[in-house]
């Protein structure tokens, strides 16, 4: 079983930054894939970011592309996601997601059927 709190999230102007992070419980957060997405009332989830095993492969929508950084610590058991030059349409909720079923190369980490864990969320406010 793993639990993922999320925190960070608030009120920021368009044009600024933002850093939410989500906490896993757990002793196998470093072999778990972990996910970002978010959702606005009325819309579907999207796929925000995702970061393998190690760090060493990550994963972005192309939206946010240049903007939004993924990393995780294993040893504090959290993965980050770093939001610069925040948009109005980036006003969402951001869950974050923990595949626990160890890395595949080729899986399609955007979906958010690989995940088994996800957290409550935290609402991220970017206003115009």
């Known amino acids: 079983q793993v639990q993922l709190v999320e925190s960070g999230g608030g009120l920021v102007q368009a044009g600024g930054s933002l850093r939410v992070s989500c906490a896993a419980s757990g002793r196998t957060f470093s072999r778990n894939t972990m996910g970002w997405f978010r959702q606005d009332p009325g819309k579907e989830r999207e796929f925000v970011a995702a970061i393998s095993p190690s760090g060493s492969r990550l994963y972005y929508a192309d939206s946010v592309k240049g903007r939004f950084t993924i990393s995780r610590d294993d040893a504090r058991n959290t993965v980050y996601l770093q939001m610069n030059s925040l948009k109005f349409e980036d006003t969402a909720v951001y869950y974050c997601?923990?595949?626990?079923?160890?890395?595949?190369?080729?899986?399609?980490?955007?979906?958010?059927?690989?995940?088994?864990?996800w957290g409550q969320g935290t609402q991220v406010t970017v206003s115009s």
């Open positions: 997601a923990a595949d626990v079923g160890g890395y595949i190369i080729g899986r399609d980490y955007s979906s958010d059927r690989v995940y088994d864990y």
